[in-house]
C-alpha cells in the first residue's frame, strides 16, 4: 500500500518548484549551447575557455549531486513509489514543461510495506542508469563531504565559542569541512576531494591516539586540499600517501604480525591467458625490486634482459628460436657506413657530403618469410633496433632471468656492467646509534635506522651520510672518478627530476647547470640538478627556470604561471611534507 506524504508548507513548496524550474531551465540552456558549439569551429582559445566553463559547471553539478543524494538517503528513496518515480523521470528526461511552470513535482508516496529497491545505490542505479561503483561513489562522497561528522571523531572541526572562549564542535559540519568546501566552490575536482576525505578517513585509526588528533588532522586536510587545487589529482594522492607513510612512522604502528600477515606473493587466479598475481612486500624487499626494475628498464641503458618462454614467439628468428630482443644477430656483415635516409637528406646534397652510419654493430639483421638478411649499404631505421617490449614486460623478463638464473646457478646478469644497489639517505646521528631517526630510500620509501646499520656493511647499499642541514658529508665507496662522484651525489640528493609534479627517477635523468656553463657556472654539486629529458629542453628553451637556494635546486619560474614561491618536487621527498617544509623566501 501506498502512502503520500504529509504536504510541505506552501512556502516551502513554492520555493522547490522555483528551485526547480530554474534547474530546468538550465538543462535545457546548457543543451542549447552544445549545439550551438557543434556548429562552431572553435579556436584553441575559445575551446580553452569552453573547457574551463564546462569543468566549472561539472564541478558544480558534480557537488550538488552529493548534497541530493544526500538528503535522498536520508529520506529512503529507495521506498519510494515506483509510479511517481517513473512520472518523474519522464520530466527529468525532458524537463520542458517544468521549464515553463506547466508542470510540478509530483506528490511524494511512499511504500509501505517492502520498498521497490534494497537501497539508494539500487534506486539510482535503475532510475539514473549508472554503474554500482558510480552509486557507491556518490554515496561515499555524500557522506564524506556532505553529511554532518559524527560527535566523537579525531577529524571533527572546532568552531570557535565565543560565549565561553572555548573550541567546540559544530554539529552540522561536515566531517573533513576544508575539503567539503573546496567541493562547494568548484576549485578542485569533486571526485579527487571525496577520495582523498575517504584516505584521511581510513587514516582515523593511526591519529586516533595521538593527543594532537584533531590539530594534525586539519594540517593534513588543509594540505591535501591545496594540492588537489593547484596539482593534478596524482600528486595530490600522492601527497594522501606521504602523510600515510608519516603516519605509519609516527602513529599507531602496525604489529610485526600484522605486517608479516599481510606480506606475500599471492595468486589471482588465471584471466583472459594470464596469471595474475598480488605482492605486498615491506619497504627493503620494494626497495630492492624498484632499483632492480629502473637498472632493466632505463632507457639509457643498452644492455637488456634475455627474453622469458612467453616473449620468445615475438621474436623468432626463423629457426624456432629467439635471440634477445632488441639486439642485433651477427650475420657475418658490416654496415657501417650506411647512407643517411633519403628523408634526413637536403634535396640537391652532393652523395659525396650525405652523412654516413658510424654503428659499431651496423644495421641489425631483419627476418623476412623465415629468411635472416643483412643487406650490405641499407639504411637503418629506428624500428629496426628499438625493443618491442614495454617496461613492464622488460621488468618482468629480468625476474624471470633473476629466478631462473638462480635455479640453474649461473647467478643474476648484470645491467650496464653494474650490479643493482640501493641507494638510502640517512642522517649521520642514526648511523652513529644516537638516534633512531628513518633513512629515506632512493624511491621515496623509509626504512628503519636499524635496518640501515644492519645493511651499510653490504656493498649492494650505498650509503650517503647527510648533516644536520642536509649537505653530503660522505659518498660512501663509490665515487670512482670526480664526475660519477658529482652525478651520483645530485642524484641522490634529488632523487628525481627537481620540477614539481615530475616523477622521472635520477637514474633515468640528466645533470644540469643551474647556472649555465657558458656563463661562467661551475661544474659542481652545488650547481647541479636532475632533471629529465623533456624538462631539461624546457629548461633551455627558457619555459623553466631553475635557482640553487642553499645548495638545493628550486623552480622559480614557469611559463605561463605566476611567480610564487620557490618549489622542490616533493613527490620525491615526502619527508618534507609532514615536517613542516615552508619554501624559502626570494632575495632579490
Known sequence: MDTPSLTASPTKQAATDTAVRHLATAVLQLRAAGADLESLDLDVASAAVVLGLLEQGNRAIAYRQLQTVFVADANQIHRLDPQTATDIDALAADPQALAEGTARVPVERMCSGMSPHRNTASWMQAHLH?????????????????APAPTSTPTQVLAADTATGTDTPDPMAPRFPVLAKAAADGTADVGTLASLAGGLEAMGPRLADRPDASKLSAVIEEDLAHEAQTREPKDSRKALTDWGTYLAENGAPLTDEQIIAKRGMFFRGHRDGFDEYLMRCDPIDSETLQAFGEAWTNPRSTKLPPTSASTTSSKSNGNGTAGEAGQAEDAGGSFVGAPAPAWAVAPGTDPADVPRSEWVGGVPATTVNGATTNHAGATATWSDTRDPRTSPQLLLDGVIAAVNGTLNGTGVPESGGMRVRIGVLIDYRALLGQCEDAGITDHGLPISATNIRRLACN?????????????????????????????????IRDRGCVVPGCRRPASTNEAHHVKPWLEGGLTSVNNGSSVCAHHHAM??????????????????????????????????????????????????
Request: cysteine-free; aromatic content about 6%.
Open 130 to 146: 549508472i554503474s554500482a561503483t558510480e552509486a557507491r561513489r556518490r554515496l561515499n562522497g555524500s557522506r564524506l563531504l556532505v
Open 539 to 588: 629548461v633551455h628553451a627558457g619555459l623553466i627556470t631553475l635557482k640553487m637556494i642553499n645548495g638545493i635546486p628550486f623552480v622559480i619560474g614557469q611559463a605561463g604561471q605566476p611567480r610564487g614561491d620557490p618549489e622542490r618536487n616533493l613527490y620525491w621527498h615526502p619527508e618534507l611534507r609532514t615536517s613542516g617544509y615552508t619554501p624559502p623566501l626570494f632575495t632579490d
Open 459 to 491: 656493498g649492494d647499499l650505498l650509503p650517503v651520510v647527510l648533516g644536520g642541514a642536509g649537505e653530503i658529508l660522505d659518498l660512501g665507496r663509490e665515487a670512482r672518478s670526480f664526475s660519477s662522484a658529482q652525478r651520483k651525489a645530485i642524484a
